[in-house]
């Protein structure tokens, strides 16, 4: 009895977790849509990622090192409970790893070389890869470390919803290069 209480409990957060997800990425849609119809703009986006990746400290072990990081950022009001809940479950390390392909991917996708992937996913990736570079957060990236955490955070739930979509370009990478 205790382990379906546990269940359904899991699965309530989890339908919290999907609601404010996409309640979050709706917010931003217009403004991915509009990076992704302008070539100029998402050209000088995805220079800024890049930019950003090379100086982003290595924050891998942060969490490990850190573990009331997940419980102070659980007290966050609002988005506070999803982002520490998403935090618990990720590779840091690969979350980031990530980011390259993604940018690849949204590459392709304007240059029309890969188009099997649903326009909501490329929306979600640039949701994400906006979130990473702007400076408003809601740990501020000033803050050595720490600040990156929520950016891994919304990278990571964006990767809940695209990883796959992710994968299958992955593999259509390596498949090309095999050519």
Known sequence: MENDNNNLNNSNQDDKLNENA????????????????????????????????????????????????????SKIPLIGEVLSKIL?????????????????????YTKKEYTEIPYRSIIVIIIALIYLLSPIDIIPDVIPFAGYIDDVAVLGLALKFVGEDLEKYREWREKRKTR
């Open 22 to 73: 996409n309640e979050f990425f709706n917010k931003h849609q217009d403004e991915a849509e509009k990076i992704l119809n302008d070539p100029d703009k998402l050209e000088k986006f995805l220079e800024e990622i890049e930019k950003k990746l090379r100086n982003m400290p290595n924050i891998d072990n942060l969490l490990t090192k850190n573990p009331k990081i997940i419980e102070t950022i």
């Open 88 to 108: 618990q479950t990720l590779n840091i390390g690969e979350v980031l790893a990530k980011i390259p392909l993604m940018i690849l991917l949204i590459k392709s």
